[in-house]
T-cell receptor, first 114, second 113 residues
Framework: DAGVIQSPRHEVTEMGQEVTLRCKPI?????LFWYRQTMMRGLELLIY????????DSGMPEDRFSAKMPNASFSTLKIQPSEPRDSAVYFC????????????FGQGTRLTVV | AQSVAQPEDQVNVAEGNPLTVKCTYS??????LFWYVQYPNRGLQFLLK??????LVKGSYGFEAEFNKSQTSFHLKKPSALVSDSALYFC???????????FGTGTRLKVLA
């Protein structure tokens, strides 16, 4: 398996523009997580899906952020409009459903908003 | 609420010496504990986990972790450090109610040649 695939790897955009980050989880995994990593805040959970359904979006910073999982093999995280403080590395991770299973992370998308 | 704490921002160790990266946890119910490593410009990679059973868990790259219920700790260890072990290490607990992974703040390990 190719692992969790995220695209793009790097994104530079201007403030106010819409940004869409993409994730393909590992086949057969039914849990998907979006995390954000910054020096100041460390690793933050943004949203968590189980069987394509959003279970917990309490970590989504504000209404500018939205996430979807239209099917078991694809998820998007959208920021509209983007702001400089959104600059971070965004990770997608997937896991099997059992509580004793580990998550597998993608390579991340480094977002820079100028 | 479930949580983990990594009390050290950075750990320095000489190559060939044993290393320990500390983690303590707070959970209600059974603990499901994990260690991950992050190399520069990469995602987190799973090293090992404790679910139940033996308190000493062996994982990838020669790492092991010791689960101590009385001290609520899950320290990561390696008998002989390599320069290539230099990275950022995260301890995590999986919440048995929400199934979320809750990560610590990370510990930067530097192995000096």
């Amino acid at each position: 398996d190719a692992g969790v695939i995220q695209s793009p790897r790097h994104e530079v955009t201007e403030m106010g523009q819409e940004v869409t980050l993409r994730c393909k989880p590992i086949s057969g995994h039914n849990s998907l997580f979006w995390y954000r990593q910054t020096m100041m805040r460390g690793l933050e959970l943004l949203i968590y899906f189980n069987n394509n359904v959003p279970i917990d979006d309490s970590g989504m910073p504000e209404d500018r952020f939205s996430a979807k999982m239209p099917n078991a093999s694809f998820s998007t995280l959208k920021i509209q409009p983007s702001e400089p403080r959104d600059s971070a590395v965004y990770f997608c991770a997937s896991s099997l459903g059992g509580v004793n299973t580990e998550a597998f992370f993608g390579q991340g998308t480094r977002l820079t908003v100028v | 609420a479930q949580s983990v704490a990594q009390p050290e921002d950075q750990v320095n160790v000489a190559e060939g010496n044993p290393l320990t990266v500390k983690c303590t946890y707070s959970v209600s119910g059974n603990p499901y504990l994990f260690w991950y490593v992050q190399y520069p410009n990469r995602g987190l990679q799973f090293l090992l986990k404790y679910i139940t059973g033996d308190n000493l868990v062996k994982g990838s790259y020669g790492f092991e972790a010791e689960f101590n219920k009385s001290q609520t700790s899950f320290h990561l260890k390696k008998p002989s450090a390599l320069v290539s072990d230099s990275a950022l290490y995260f301890c995590a607990v999986r919440d048995s109610g929400t199934y979320k992974y809750i990560f610590g703040t990370g510990t930067r390990l530097k192995v000096l040649a």
